[in-house]
C-alpha cells in the first residue's frame, strides 16, 4: 500500500531538512521525499492513500529507551499491550523497556517472553534492556551474553543502583564485548537511605527524610571513573541535579564515553510543587529537585551535554498511590504527555527548535541504544511521528490509554500534540486516534 503524505514540514537534522514536503510511503518505506509529489511522480500519483497534513510538522519517529512495561509480574499497574497503546498516543514508534519486573529479565528466555509480548501487541517497535546482575541484587552478573544473543540493547539494573564498584566493573568489562550500554540508575543507597522527598527546604517543610543529590552525584562521579578504566559506554539515567550534570559535562570535555537523559518532570515540575497535600503522583526517584537544578538541566539540553529526553514512564495502581506518601511507591507515567510538555515549555518559546527536539527524542536515543537510525529519506524505514503545533489541550486521566493515571502533569495546559503516528509504514494512530 501506497500512502502519499502531502504539505508537511518535514524536520530532519540528520540530512539538513526543515521544509514543506510530500512524502510517499511504500512497503514500509519512505519511498520519495519532494515538492508536489503527485504531479512529478507516477507512483506519487497513484497512492492508495493521499493525507493533506498541512500545518504539521513531520519527524523521524520518536524514541523513548526508558520506559516501564510492568510485564511480567506487575500486569496490574500496565503491561505490554497497554504500555504499548499509550507510546504510540504519545507519539513514539519506538521503547525501550527497563528490567525490573517479577522476574527480572535478567535472562535470555525474558527477553524472548518480552519481545513476544511486543509482537503480539504490535503497536511500537519495543527494545528490551536486560538487567547487569541476577534480580537486580549486584551480587552476581545477568546472562548478559545469552540476553545479547536473542537481541537485548543495553543492559541496566534501574530501579536500584549497583553499589558495589566492583560488581559495576565487572559488568562493565562485560558490557563492552557486546558493544551494549550501560544504562546506570545513579543512587548511592547509604546516602540516601530511606529518603523521601529532595534534602533541604523540601524535605524541612514537609517533615519528611531527605533524599540528598549528592547520594545521586556521587554514584555518577563513581562509574565516570570505572567507565574510564574499562571503556565502557556509560549512560547516566534521569539526571537530576545540577551539579551531577556538570560531572557529566566534564567527563565528555575530557573524552569520556558518557551518555545522560533527563525527563519531563525534572526539568518542569520541582520540589516547590510538594504542597500540604502530599501527593504522591509527584514522589519520583530520584525526586524533584530545585528550581535551579530544573533550569541547570534546560541548559544542559540547549547546550548539548544532555542527549535525549526519556519519561522514565512508571505506571503504578490507583490504590498504591492513594496510600500515605512515605509508604506509596515511587514513579509516575509521562509517556502520554513528554511531546505536549516539551513543545510547550522548550520548543514554543524557542529555548531550542525543532531541530533539537528531533536530536534529543529520536536521533540520539537511537544511537545510544544502537538500533537503525530513521531518515526522512527514501530507503529509510517509514516509522514517523507527525505532529499538530497549534493544538491546544488540557491533560486529564481519562485521556490516557495506559492503565495508570499517576501523571503529575494532569491538569497541565500544553499546546502541541502527536496527532499521527507510522511505524514502519503502518499507520497506528490518526488524528489522535490509536488505529485498532
Known sequence: MKTLIKNVRAVDPQVGLD????????????????????????EAAAADEVRDLAGKILVPGLVDIHVHLREPGFEYKEDVASGTRAAVHGGFTDICCMANTKPVVDTAALVEFVKDRALAADNCNVHVAGACTQGLKGEALAEMGDMDAHGAVAYTDDGRGIQNAGMMRRVMDYAVQFGHPIMDHCQDESLVDAGQVNEGVASTRLGMLGWPA???ELHIARDIELARLTGAHLHIQ????????????KAKAEGSTVTCEVTPHHMFLTEDLIGEDYNTYLKVNPPLRTADDAKALIAGVVDGTVDCIVTDHAPHSENEKAREFELAPFGMTGIETSVGAVLTNLVKPQVIGYDRMVELMAVNPRKIIGIEPVKIEPGSAASLTIIDPELAWTVTADDFESKAKNCGFIGASFVGRATDVYVNGVAKMRDGELVK
Not at 510530500?22 to 503527485?38: C, H, P
Not at 534521569?238 to 559535562?249: C, N
Open 238 to 249: 534521569h539526571l537530576t541535579s545540577a551539579h551531577g550534570l556538570d560531572i557529566v559535562r
Open 214 to 216: 549528592a547520594g545521586e
Open 19 to 42: 521544509a514543506v514536503v510530500d512524502v510517499l510511503i511504500d512497503e514500509g518505506k519512505i519511498a520519495q521525499v519532494g515538492a508536489d509529489l503527485a504531479a512529478t511522480s507516477p
